[in-house]
Each structure stands twice: as structure tokens, then as C-alpha cells.
């Protein structure tokens, strides 16, 4: 009992001089506040910003940290028509959601068939090296050899490009993302 009221009032005696002891501490209290009232003093921007204006916009005289806008300052309704005359142009096929959506298809179809093969050729040559163990004959024998090794050429083959294709369909949201497209476009 005597120990745990010495460790209270050690607890106690610590928190008030700390001040004292340490002058410049921060407030996080006093620095919430000036950080609240800086806040209701900023004006509130002008400008809308989406993703169709975001490069075009440029207000002069201001930083706005690592954003840098350059262009020219366009009002809503210009922004609008802009938008409008965006769609009816030529758009970049790689700014599209079915180009991102087909080429993930198209991978995921290679890799499923890439697979099958690789599954079905592993059974072959799974085949051919039982009936090179229980051959007898040896130019058989050795015609079943030179068959397995071609073989597991071509299958090692496709192996390898079987993990390429895993590899470019893991390697597809990064490659969209800097593309930059939304990344439901390629889930």
C-alpha cells in the first residue's frame, strides 16, 4: 500500500513539473485551436477542379505545394463544352475501360489454356519416361529418350511462358495505375 501511494504521488509531482523542466513543449491544445481559426480565415477556392481540368487550370501568384497547375483559367462552362468536345474527339484506346478489360480477359484466356497444355504434356511425358524405365529394347529405348527430351524442351518452353503471362497479368494494375486508370477497371 505505502508503494503504490509513492508511485502516485511521484506520478503526480512529475506531471506538474514537467513544464518547468521542459519550456518548449508543445501545446497540442493551443496549436489545435490556431490551426481551426487559420482554417476559417482561408478562403475557399474559386476554382473547380475535376479530372477533365486538372492539368489546364492555372491560378496565378499561388503554389499549391508539389501540385503545379499550368494553363489557362477557364470558368465552368467552358469547362463543360471542353468536356463535351473531349468525348466527341478521338479518344486514346488506353484511356478506355474496355481496352483494360479486355486485355486482362485475353491474358487470363492464354494463361487457362497455357495451363491446360502444360497439365496435358506433363501427363505425356509422365507417360513417355515409365515407358522408357520398362523398355528392354535398346534402340527403342533410346528413340523414347530423344522423344522425352524434346519434349521437356517444349514443355519447359511453356512453362516459362506460362509464368510470363502470370507475371504480365500481376504486373496489369501497376501498369494501369501509371496509365492512369481507376483500378476497377482492372479488378
Known sequence: MRNLILVVLSFFIINIFTPCVFPDAVDLVKLKKEEEKRR?????????????????????????????????????????????????????????MKYWRDLKNKLEKQIAELNKKVEADQLILNQLVTDHISMNLPLQKIDLKNQI???????????????????????????ARKA????????
Open 40 to 96: 476559417k480565415k482561408i478562403q475557399k477556392s474559386k476554382y473547380k477542379l475535376t479530372n477533365y481540368n486538372l492539368a489546364s487550370i492555372e491560378v496565378p501568384e499561388k503554389n499549391y505545394g508539389f501540385v503545379q497547375f499550368t494553363g489557362e483559367v477557364e470558368t465552368l462552362d467552358q469547362e463543360e463544352k471542353q468536356v463535351e468536345n473531349s468525348t466527341v474527339q478521338k479518344k486514346d484506346p488506353q484511356k478506355e
Open 180 to 187: 492512369g486508370v481507376p483500378p476497377g477497371w482492372v479488378r
Open 149 to 175: 527430351d524434346k519434349f521437356t524442351a517444349e514443355h519447359n518452353k511453356n512453362k516459362l511462358k506460362l509464368e510470363s503471362l502470370q507475371n504480365q497479368l500481376s504486373d496489369l494494375p501497376e501498369k
